[in-house]
């Protein structure tokens, strides 16, 4: 069975839409990788501050291979020229136990 690995980000209410937009102009290079399942970005739609950046790997070692390879990094790049736009992260980590899908989504 598949990994789910959560990056949750604290992000500040007023800087929500820079995130957003960081995303938007993301490198795409996660969806290439062996073993790259799924990727969802969540913005919060209660009062909460955490952004979910939730993504699914056929196994933990695709998902290590990604975390450690330049795909990641490249992925990243904006942290280095831009700075953080979340004041924290905390990756979360699941084993999925039970998949279903609707056909066609
Ligand atoms: C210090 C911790 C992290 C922070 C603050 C962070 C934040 C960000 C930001 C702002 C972007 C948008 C691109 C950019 O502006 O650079 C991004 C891309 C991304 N992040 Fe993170 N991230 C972190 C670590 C992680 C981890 C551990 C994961 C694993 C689930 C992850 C998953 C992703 C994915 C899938 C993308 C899109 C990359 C692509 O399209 O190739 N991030 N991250």
């Given at each position: 069975m598949s990994v789910v690995k959560i990056n949750a980000i604290t992000v500040p209410k007023e800087r929500a839409d820079e995130l957003v937009?960081?995303?938007a102009a993301?490198?795409?290079?996660?969806?290439?990788?062996?073993g790259?399942?799924?990727f969802e970005l969540l913005?919060?739609?209660d009062d909460r501050d955490v952004f979910l950046v939730y993504t699914r790997w056929r196994s933990e070692?695709?998902?290590?291979?990604?975390?450690?390879g330049p795909a990641f990094q490249h992925g990243h790049k904006g942290h280095n020229t831009q700075g953080p736009v979340g004041t924290g992260s905390e990756l979360?980590?699941?084993d999925v136990v039970q998949?279903?899908?609707a056909p066609g989504s």
């Open positions: 937009g960081r995303f993301r490198a795409g290079e996660v969806s290439k990788m062996p790259f399942e799924a913005r919060p739609s070692d695709d998902f290590q291979a990604w975390l450690n979360w980590q699941f998949h279903e899908e």
